[in-house]
């Protein structure tokens, strides 16, 4: 997996004493790792507890949009602001929201591409036509009538 950085092997660092990336990232993006207050960053115990809270909450967040996803609701959407909880101090949750970001800005960037939206509207209208004659041939062969009798309920 890309970490975010344009060239192999290298990978997106935060800087201790000004919270910026160093080569692997821009200066717009904030740093890798914890975001909890520095008052709970002091204490190891406290940190470790916040951090069991963020990961417990994120994961019921996450669980929420999986079971989403074959019921009615926005269960992609609900699984990414599960994950962006976890990024908030894990970095590896960080770097797969990079990734993703990444790839939907990528795939944003192809569907807006001339050729490609001109391709899909040819595909699109041939999906119509070819649908509608067979709706056609099913209304010549069998006539306009409905697949329940309305009259003997």
């Given amino acids: 997996m890309n970490t975010g950085s344009e060239t192999p092997g290298e990978v997106a660092v935060a800087s201790e004493e000004t919270g910026q990336t160093r080569p692997g ?37 996450v669980a929420a949009g999986v079971i989403m996803l074959p019921l009615p609701g926005p269960g992609w959407v609900v699984i ?6 976890w990024a908030t101090e894990f970095v590896w949750a960080q770097l797969v929201l990079r990734w993703t970001k990444r790839k939907v800005t990528e795939a ?9 939206r001109r391709r899909n509207l ?29 009259k003997d309920q």
């Fill in 25 to 61: 990232g821009t200066q717009d993006e904030q740093g890798l790792g914890s975001r909890a207050p520095e008052f709970i960053k002091a204490r190891r115990t406290l940190h470790l507890s916040w951090q069991v809270g963020v990961f417990v909450v994120g994961l019921a967040v």
């Fill in 80 to 85: 990414f602001g599960g994950m962006a909880i």
């Fill in 108 to 116: 944003a960037q192809r569907a807006l591409d001339p050729k490609v």
């Fill in 122 to 150: 040819i595909l699109t209208v041939i999906g119509l036509v070819i649908i509608a004659a067979l709706v056609g041939v099913y209304v010549w062969k069998f006539g306009f009538e409905m697949p329940w009798k309305i």
